[in-house]
């Protein structure tokens, strides 16, 4: 008997995201060309149908009559942030593609941070087999009992409907050695789109690779339905195996290490560093990380040495109380100590920042504004508290959820909760802080042209004078939050 043949798909389609389809920085689907490769690797027929750059769930039609494959699976990537939102087109998507599958005999098996959250959703919405969790070692088992036609009633990781009653299995254990994993199935990615992409809108190609899963961290707000709290990481000779293997295939320019958490141990992080060099590997690279994690002794070194070019850190507040109450566990002295030993290494910090958490004030809006000013990273991306199932901060507003439980896109920016302002407030607010950002950035560029005229080049000069233009940009902004709340405003 033949094995069975299978499709791999994925829902993250950047037409549906407005803010994602401006920024155009897409990475392939990483979580859903490993899963491929371990089917692959046990010598199953694997394609893929890569929706990246589709408009509409139905474009997958032509390849389920073309291929006609016995399953298919739609295997979400768990390292990309937009996805643990659960966007909500991006679940009907999956759901529309699932119902296609289904209608033509195959089976269809769901994994992402959604179905994990909803599985029931998505077992009255076409899907036969749910994996919550990290799902490869669950789908290759369930795989192979359909195949052989063995009871699923024992597998851990799987749900799935019997007798029209939803029925959840144990959890499975998360994996011990990722090393042992074979390298993602880079080779059905038609990379030349994503490639064009980034070439036309930035200079250069970027490439995403995951070096761990899962985070140890107990921020209270974000949600870990996929490796809960568990860290686990590669070898360093396994990533760069799969460095040189990209190599190989295709050339590209930086790489994005899209792990929650780069190089939880420093140990790993000098080592890393020290077999990049002896390889003779240049790149550029950005990375996830933690103040308090960059603040340790070798760490900034090693990240430089082995080509960090920039950071992101969830600076989240520049008020204490609010990191606190967030269980951050970081203080903002961590924060200003990495940010400039970042600088002293040429490495460019990046700050995430999050508005709108339970009880936050004016005071506190500002503290965050001020802090920004002060440190002018390279970069900031603003969000407003979201609430995750799963997380205790969703326990704690579930109460004052409004109707709307979901984004439709990531740029939505709508407080789903009640808190001390109005979610217009915040949708201003957001646009506010980035002018007043640039402002400051533009001011910082017109002192350094003062104190040293010899230096000055054309696009130093444009950058200063467009302080001018965001000078008056703030000020509109500013007026905008005063026409919602005046008190606040004056506050911040």
């Given amino acids: 008997m033949s094995k069975p043949k299978i499709l791999f798909t994925h829902s993250y389609f950047t037409p549906f995201d407005p803010k994602q389809l401006a920024w155009n920085k897409p990475y392939p689907p990483l979580m859903t060309i490993q899963a491929a490769a371990i089917m692959r690797e046990a010598d199953y027929e694997v394609g893929l149908f890569d929706v990246m750059f589709l408009d509409s769930a139905q474009a997958i039609l032509p390849r389920l009559e073309a291929d006609r494959p016995d399953i298919l699976v739609i295997f979400d990537d768990g390292f990309n942030y937009l996805t643990k939102m659960c966007l909500t087109n991006m679940r009907e998507a999956a759901w529309e593609m699932a119902q296609m599958a289904k209608a033509r005999g195959a089976t269809v098996i769901a994994c992402s941070s959604d179905a994990t959250d909803h599985y029931q959703a998505y077992l009255e919405n076409g899907v036969d087999y ?253 969000s407003v508290s979201y609430p995750l199932p799963g997380t205790l901060f969703f326990e704690k507003v579930k109460k004052d959820l409004q109707e709307k439980s979901n984004w439709e896109h990531s740029n939505d920016l709508d407080l789903m909760f009640e808190n001390t302002y109005s979610p217009e407030f915040y949708k201003k607010l957001h646009h506010y802080v980035h002018q007043n950002y640039r402002m400051h950035l533009a001011q910082a560029e017109m002192k350094h042209l003062l104190q040293s005229p010899l230096k000055i080049s054309g696009s130093a000069a444009k950058r200063a004078l467009s302080y001018f233009y965001y000078r008056y940009r703030t000020y509109t902004a500013k007026q905008q939050i005063k026409a919602i709340d005046h008190e606040a405003a004056a506050s911040i």
């Fill in 130 to 382: 749910v994996l919550p969790g990290e799902g490869e070692q669950s789908l290759l088992e369930l795989v192979q009992h359909l195949e052989s036609k063995q009871d699923t009633s024992d597998l851990l990781g799987i749900a799935y409907l019997k007798d029209e009653q939803v029925v959840k299995n144990p959890n499975r254990p998360v994996m011990q050695d990722l090393s042992s994993l074979p390298l993602p199935a880079w080779d059905l990615i038609d990379i030349s789109e994503y490639r064009r992409r980034w070439e036309e809108n930035w200079g250069y190609f970027s490439i995403n690779i995951a070096t761990t899963r899962g985070c140890p961290y107990k921020c209270n707000w974000c949600a870990k339905p996929i490796y809960g709290n568990s860290y686990k990481m590669r070898r360093p000779e396994h990533v760069i195996r799969e460095i040189k293997y990209l190599q190989s295939l295709f050339p590209f320019d930086h790489i994005w290490f899209c792990d929650d958490i780069f190089g939880l141990k420093r140990s790993w992080v000098i080592s890393f560093a020290e077999m990049v060099q002896q390889e003779g590997l240049q790149f550029k690279f950005k990375i996830q990380s933690r103040s308090d994690l960059l603040v340790k002794e070798q760490y900034i070194e090693a990240l430089a040495a082995a080509g960090c070019d920039e950071v992101w850190m969830g600076v989240e507040s520049g008020s204490q109380a609010i990191l606190d109450a967030m269980d951050k566990g970081i203080t903002l002295a961590q924060v200003r100590e990495s940010n400039q030993l970042m600088r002293d290494h040429n490495i460019k910090p990046c700050f995430f920042i999050q508005f709108g958490y339970l009880d936050e004030t004016a005071a506190d809006i500002k503290k965050t504004i001020d802090l920004i000013n002060e440190l002018l990273p390279h970069d900031i991306g603003i």
